[in-house]
């Protein structure tokens, strides 16, 4: 890791992060195919407020020279515009499409970065169970008195079982009110 530039001192550990994920991100980014580039470029500009304005003044032009409002151009669709209604029906085809690509991928790399949310959050908990387990070990060593009781230590302190874990999630997916249940017999 480069030394932080403005003091010419380490960088801190949010410097450290940050550069992490500039350097994952833009190898995400790199890591793309022709088509995703080329369907991410199309999703950008299609989303644009030149584009938008674009097609407003296409739409009005077009409507207008077809409603004979400009005598020097002849009509070349008139009402009820079925040309107009072809290209645009062929556009929203084809920029559905790109949309769909573009966030499909973004999907996919949401999906990665939750894998990795989770596994921080998985290595953190075993970290914090390690820690309160020592933790307790110093205050029985020391016979320090705790505002936390043995019981609560002892629970805190426990590993976490993931798959049983999953499972009350999928319970309370599937039976909202089950969640809405076991959050308030905790409570009394």
Do not use: C, Y
Not at 29 to 48: N, V
Not at 59 to 69: C, P, Q, T
Not at 145 to 173: G, N, P, Y
């Amino acid at each position: 890791m480069p030394p932080d530039d403005r003091h010419g001192a380490a960088p801190t550990t949010v410097e450290e992060n940050l550069h992490a994920i500039k350097a994952w991100e833009l190898a995400t980014l790199h890591a793309r195919t022709p088509a995703e580039q080329l369907s991410d470029w199309i999703a950008s500009i299609a989303s644009s407020g030149p584009f938008m304005l674009a097609h407003v003044a296409w739409f009005a032009g077009w409507i207008s020279v077809n409603l004979g409002l400009f005598p020097q151009v002849r009509p070349f669709d008139p009402f009820p515009f079925q040309f107009l209604t072809m290209a645009v029906s062929l556009e929203a085809i084809f920029l559905a499409l790109f949309v769909l690509a573009s966030q499909n991928r973004l999907s996919r790399q949401s999906d990665k970065r939750s894998h990795l949310d989770l596994q921080i959050d998985l290595l953190s908990e075993r970290e914090m169970t390690a820690v309160l387990q020592l933790l307790r070990d110093i205050a029985t060593h020391l016979d320090v008195k705790t505002s936390v009781t043995a019981e609560q230590l002892h629970d805190l302190a426990k590993k976490t079982d993931i798959h049983k874990l999953t499972d009350r999630m999928e319970e309370f997916t599937d039976d909202p009110s089950a969640m809405f249940d076991a959050t308030h017999a905790t409570k009394r």
